[in-house]
């Protein structure tokens, strides 16, 4: 498992859902949109004074953010599916 690539995953997901650009919520934590484009794809780990500003930016509990839940959308799943299935289709 990969721990920045899961977080960042949740972090874009709960981003999303709140109906947030990255530029927005970049500027609502104080850190520049590439750095948050870092994070949500897991190529770089988030500081804790980030998190902080993270959980607050985005109301959700510390607890919330690490629980261990699908990181994927519905319907980002099916599609992830319907891909699968078209791979092994066609080999």
């Not at 609502?28 to 902080?52: Q, R, Y």
């Amino acid at each position: 498992m990969n721990i920045k690539k899961t977080l960042g995953e949740k972090i874009k997901r709960v981003r999303r859902q709140r109906g947030l650009t990255q530029e927005q919520l970049a500027e609502m934590i104080d850190i520049a949109p590439k750095n948050l484009s870092k994070i949500e794809v897991g190529s770089c780990f988030v500081t804790a004074e980030t998190l902080e500003k993270l959980l607050v930016a985005l109301d959700v509990t510390t607890e919330e953010l690490f629980a261990n839940d699908h990181i994927k959308e519905p319907k980002e799943l099916l599609s992830d599916i319907y891909t699968q299935l078209e791979s092994i289709k066609n080999n």
